[in-house]
């Protein structure tokens, strides 16, 4: 059994025998339609293959996929007759009865973690120092536009004379990066200045039309069907920049301007399981126990009476970590600590600088203290006697820590509570939640890539057309962008792992060999955090292989023969491993191609496998564990998931995508 229906990636199984005893019937619905055998797309649109109310011919288990969107002209059991299906949704048999699993692409709900860390769906306190080592710490926005991405377009705009949502060449103009939507959503776009326009596309980025912003009038948009992405214009000709307050943020409403941070939005190919809902303001889940963390929309439907809210409330004070006999200074901002017959003060509580915390129920005049990293003294702020106070953290400050009790109060106050945010709300008990298995923290499959960049290294399918001479688009091109910070490209048609001479009448380009793209990449100066490499297709009919030991034995990079695949596998990761010595390194073993048996396979994997060891090179097993097997592709011909025998047709390519980002981010946690 895996947590969160996939975070067994990461290594985490038997949830059951290792957690605190969920008792998770939420937990356990989502495995099961998440779980068993993969049929195949379902075209939802024109039911094919046709589908029916009776599943009982279908294999026990058995499960389709949505890749093209429609309505259902039959019911299941958490479905009516009409159901919409979304690209992404799963429909699977279980107990002879049809069930459907939504994904969701959420452009704009914030993430919860109830104590705000990145990468971390879990009590803050327990995680935050061990997962904020590897990510920043920071809180998520209501604005959805990244003023200060490095894809935005400069000297484009969307056409704003009508609907045609043409892309224009238009000098001093600039184009957002793409944002993922959802067919039927309402967007608010807000201090965007001049005459601007939107642009719709669809999952592979054809244009659905546009719709013009009036000039400095608030407009709120509706994503027509099939709608995936949306861009827009972000700065008129007339504008010395992108106008200071321009806020997108999902929604009818314009709020308060709020600065750009990145979200985490899925968990392990699913949807996270337990997501701040912008609207509520509290986290929601689906389970018996506290300790239920299972997305609401996707099993709320099944276990209706199961929904249970996260308490806002930070404060437990049944903690064993206050100090008696202690207070903090509550007649000046010194931040002091004072020894105090008959006070308490409570444990530390890790914050983010700039953070506002309101307390509220905490009876007589208290005060709280602000801590950097290193627990050294940033000053403090008083609670007034019975008045909700609101408190901003200071510029570096890591922790606070309050007065919780004082000599005149026979215990803590009863109704103490500690929330982020500027309201006090209605009291609620605080409730642990579960915070990792065995000493592993739970973290989610996108987590914060803001900052993170990402080099790709390969042949034909990891190519982004026109770019890396490839003849189409391929599955990089269905990575969800806006999770990385950047991503470069050095990948190219043809590419081999050796570096093969040319020949008559064929000249090999130096990106078609993977030295080659490696001081690419070094002549462009990326500094990449992870590099990828998906190449050795092109390299599966060999005959100068040359030896491990003969290559371990050369003493230098320049004594390597690259003609030779062993010394050429070496050549590359040390150099790698040499130019970028803290990025993370993967190597993906070549899919099972139509053509090519298993056993001829079986020479380049045991290479790559053999000497990826030597440099900590995580070896991505994609010819088992991709669901590509060449059973049912055609040589030349069109297949499951390949178009021709090799190359990813457009289901291949956004089940590649999905099952390497994952493998990535797995190796990266």
């Known amino acids: 059994m895996s947590l969160l229906a996939g975070v067994g990636d990461f290594g985490i199984n038997d949830l059951k025998d290792q957690a605190v005893d969920a008792k998770n019937l939420a937990l356990g619905a989502v495995e099961t339609i998440q779980e068993g055998k993969d049929l195949g797309p379902w075209n939802a649109q024109t039911n094919s293959p046709v ?21 259902s002209t039959f019911a299941g059991a958490n479905f009516p007759s009409g159901q919409a299906f979304g690209i992404g949704d799963r429909i699977k048999k279980i107990g002879g009865i049809w069930y459907r699993s939504p994904f969701i692409i959420s452009a704009g709900a914030e993430i919860s973690t109830v104590g705000g860390t990145d990468a971390a769906i879990m009590n803050r306190k327990e995680t935050q120092l061990e997962i904020g080592k590897r990510f920043p710490v920071k809180f998520y926005s209501r604005n959805l536009f990244d003023r200060n991405s490095v894809n935005i377009q400069q000297g484009k705009a969307i056409d704003a004379t009508g609907p045609s949502g043409n892309i224009l060449t238009s000098t001093g103009y600039a184009l957002s990066d793409y944002m993922a939507v959802l067919p039927g959503e309402q967007y608010t776009f807000s201090n965007m200045g001049a005459f601007k326009a939107v642009r719709f596309e669809s999952a592979s980025h054809g244009n659905l039309g546009g719709l013009v912003i009036p000039n400095n009038t608030t407009t709120t948009i509706t994503t027509p069907a099939n709608c995936y992405f949306i861009v827009y214009t972000c700065k008129a000709n007339g504008e010395p920049s992108i106008p200071a307050n321009y806020q997108v943020e999902k929604g009818t409403v314009a709020t308060a301007y709020d600065t750009f941070k990145a979200a985490v939005e899925q968990a392990v190919g699913l949807p996270l399981a337990a997501k701040y809902m912008a609207d509520q303001g509290v986290m929601l889940v689906a389970g018996s126990e506290p300790t239920s963390l299972v997305n609401r929309q996707a099993v709320s439907e099944m276990l209706p009476t199961y929904n249970k809210v996260v308490s806002r409330n930070m404060f437990n004070r ?11 200074d509550a007649s000046s901002t010194s931040g002091q600590f004072f020894n105090s017959p008959g006070y308490w003060i409570s444990g530390y509580m890790p914050v983010n600088p700039n953070e506002k915390i309101t307390f509220s129920g905490h009876g007589n005049l208290k005060a709280v203290r602000f801590e950097d990293a290193n627990h050294n003294n940033l000053g403090g702020a008083i609670l007034a006697n019975s008045v909700n106070t609101t408190v901003t953290t200071p510029v570096g400050c890591s922790y606070i820590i309050f007065t919780i009790k004082n000599s005149g109060e026979g215990n803590i106050p009863a109704s103490y509570q500690v929330e982020r945010g500027e309201t006090a709300t209605a009291y609620m008990d605080y409730i642990q939640q579960v915070e990792g298995i065995n000493g592993m923290p739970i973290a989610p499959y996108w987590h914060d890539l803001n ?3 990402l080099l790709i290294l390969g042949d034909s399918i990891a190519t982004v057309y026109p770019e890396g001479g490839g003849y189409s688009a391929e599955w990089p091109t269905y990575i969800r962008k806006p999770y990385w910070g950047n991503i470069y490209h050095a990948a190219m048609s043809g590419a081999r ?9 064929l000249t090999i380009s130096p990106r078609q060999r993977l030295s080659g793209q490696i001081d690419y990449a070094i002549a462009n100066n990326w500094q990449p955090d992870v590099i990828t490499l998906f190449i050795g297709t092109n390299d599966l009919i060999i005959t100068n292989t040359g030896d491990y030991d003969t290559a371990m034995g050369k003493t230098d990079l320049a004594s390597l023969d690259r003609s030779k695949l062993y010394e050429a596998l070496r050549y590359a990761y040390w150099k790698i491993t040499t130019q970028w010595p803290n990025a993370k390194v993967f190597h993906a073993l070549p899919l099972q191609r139509a053509s090519v048996t298993i056993d001829v396979q079986k020479t380049i994997k045991d290479a790559i496998i053999k000497m990826a060891i030597n440099y900590c090179v995580i070896v991505i097993h994609a010819d088992v564990e991709s669901g590509i097997s060449r059973q049912f592709e055609v040589a030349n011909g069109n297949g499951r998931y390949l178009r021709d025998g090799l190359h990813p047709n457009d289901t291949g390519k956004a089940k590649l995508a999905d099952y390497y980002m994952r493998k990535v981010i797995a190796g990266l946690l």
């Not at 589908?51 to 389709?64: E, K, P």
């Not at 792992?497 to 009448?505: C, L, R």
């Open 451 to 453: 900052g993170l960049k």
């Open 318 to 328: 049944a903690a064993t970590d206050f100090q008696l006999n202690k207070s903090i």
């Open 497 to 505: 792992i050796k570096d093969d001479p040319d020949t008559p009448g």
């Open 51 to 71: 589908l029916t109310n009776n599943a009982s011919a279908v294999v026990a288990g058995g499960y389709y996929t949505v890749t093209v969107a429609g309505v």
